[in-house]
């Protein structure tokens, strides 16, 4: 957390994504841990502005009880509602097999209506990420996702590279990948977040960019929700490999450190801001 801290005040930034804390996430940490990084935050003037969640996400497969996400999503409110968290990034549950992919339609719909209905009480929103669930199947699946659910307590993060990972599971195998841009366009008017990453397919590899130098259409994305206004939040994703082009620097935590940095400036360039 240390250095994340660290990495978002040089890029001049206010706030984080939390995610991975010491060890384990923001709605099981014990109550020390919780307020210690409630003090770290304050020391930094640095805030949380979304929760990612292991909510429904690719370690809770749609066959298996749903009682942890519930479980979760529960323990991670009155945190949240502590400091001042708005969203918690959730997934939609993956489908083991895809040839019974449509067969868990129903099913997946009546567990978002449940965590959106407890995010509704709490007072906090569910922003459904384009990831690891059915709803991920296509933009068409994400659509029907938010028709079904109908809660004001869920919403969309669009993820920019995870379309150019993805099978489009619609007709029959074997399956073609995403177009980002089209998921995109298809469901712009529910995105309330926005995570930035990039890549492309070689052959059977995925391969990390940083943003804008992959097929995840990051440039005309960006330039697309802020001539339309947007005012939600960016969070930046490299997944990249540990590679850096200084080669004076040793440690593998200095070289993450310098490509997370990096990969927030090419980011802001692309978002119109200019470093020196």
Known sequence: MDIQIKATKELGWN??????????NLA????ADFDLVCRKLDEAQVRFNCFGSG???????????????????RRAI?????LGIEFIRIMSFPVPDVRKYE?????????????????????????LENCSGWAAGS???????????????????FDTGNPVFHDDIRGEPPFKKQNSLEFYNAVKEHIVYVHIKDGYMDGEKEVFTFPGEGDGCVKEIVADLLKNGYDGGFSIEPHMAVVFHDKSIQSEDEIRYNNYVEYGRKFMKICGYEYS
């Open 15 to 24: 706030f984080i994504e939390t995610r991975a804390l010491m060890g384990s």
């Open 139 to 157: 933009y068409e699946h994400t659509l029907r996702t938010l028709e079904a659910v109908d809660s004001p307590a869920l919403k969309l993060v």
């Open 55 to 73: 909510v429904g996400n690719w370690a809770t497969s749609i066959t298996e009880s749903p009682e942890k996400s519930y479980d979760e999503i």
């Open 28 to 31: 099981f940490i014990s109550d």
């Open 78 to 82: 009155p945190r949240m509602q502590k």
């Open 103 to 127: 067969s868990f339609a129903e099913e997946a719909f009546k567990r978002l209506k449940t965590i959106a209905k407890i995010a509704e009480d709490g007072g906090v929103v569910c922003v």
